[in-house]
């Protein structure tokens, strides 16, 4: 729903918390030469590219592959993200999830979930630890997948409900990742009100549902399918019932004479009293501003 805000030259720093790891089955080699010794002569790509490459490039390198390494040992072994160890399963690197979870929050900003904007998925600290709220989900199934396992762009901070419970597997995203720098669902794609009966005023949530509409196309509906959005915000109604009762109360006649009134702007005085983010750069940052924002454009307010 809405694009991931990443330090810059973060590259770099991953490559290396990554790339350096030893394990013991590298028998003294990094992750990097144990790669390039072993696996770069089969996945033909660097591993820089592999684990670093912008969104594009990885849509890239899973074209080139295709499923073929669904099943494939080998691969999962090394691009092992989670897996311990069992009786037939052996990683030969493994506690990379925390060391990767712990980049996520020195390097990305965490406010609330990037696919739903319903939860948040802050960080706070606990005996002086940063932890954090958050999941990572593969947007490129790792099951599939397995060298994308570990690859900075295809891992989305999201919620437990996006990522564990929701997400529809068989329904892929492909380039509509908010991990994709060309993501522009946020002004592509707007919540709009739809009355029940075109007659009556919206009093209660059953005059009217809410869906989200994309503009000229429908790019993004496999986005909307695969995490439920529609039916996810319907029991988020209540927040539209609240912005509409307050634009009773304040038409524009009002906002103008409180701001007479207080000697604060026009734009200062519908902060106050709708409490959004009125620029996309801030939207991650509290649940459901999106759907805030976009019925305020509704409403004429913003
Ligand atoms: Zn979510």
Redo the contacts with the bound molecule.
């Keep these: 729903m809405l694009k991931i805000k990443y330090s810059s030259n973060l590259e770099d720093s991953y490559y290396k918390s990554i790339a350096t790891s030893k394990a013991d089955k590298f028998k003294g080699l990094t992750f990097e030469e144990y790669y390039d010794k072993h696996y770069k002569r089969i996945l033909q790509s660097d591993l820089k590219d592999i684990l670093c490459g912008d969104f594009e490039k990885l849509l890239e390198i899973k074209t080139q592959h295709g499923t073929k390494f669904k099943d494939d040992k080998k691969t999962k072994r090394l691009f092992n993200y989670d897996k311990q160890s069992t009786n037939n399963f052996e990683p030969l690197i493994s506690k990379l999830q925390p060391k990767i979870s712990k980049f996520f929050e020195q390097y990305v900003e965490v406010h ?8 948040f ?1 802050n960080t706070f600290k606990k005996h002086n630890e940063t932890k954090n709220a958050f999941t990572l989900d593969h947007v490129l199934e790792k099951v599939t997948y397995p060298f994308l396992a570990l690859s900075l762009y295809n891992l989305a901070p ?6 564990s419970k ?1 997400k529809d597997s068989k329904i892929e995203f492909d380039k509509f990742s908010p991990t994709n720098q060309n993501f522009d669902f946020t002004e592509k794609v707007k919540f709009k009100i739809f009355l029940q009966n075109p007659n009556l005023q919206i009093d209660k949530e059953n005059d009217f549902f809410v869906k989200l509409i994309e503009n000229f196309s429908n790019q993004y509906d496999a986005y909307i399918e695969s ?1 439920n959005l529609d039916d996810r915000y319907e029991y988020h109604k209540y927040k539209v019932i609240e912005l509409i009762k307050k634009r009773r109360d304040y038409p524009d006649s009002r906002l103008k004479e409180l701001s007479i009134l207080t000697g604060k702007t026009e734009e200062e005085i519908k902060q106050d009293l709708f409490g959004v983010y009125l620029d996309n750069k801030n939207l991650h940052k509290r649940p459901l501003s999106k759907l805030t924002k976009d019925i305020l454009e509704q409403l004429e307010i913003i």
């Design positions: 609330t979930c990037y696919y739903c904007n319903i939860e998925i999201s919620c437990y409900t996006c990522n929701v995490l």
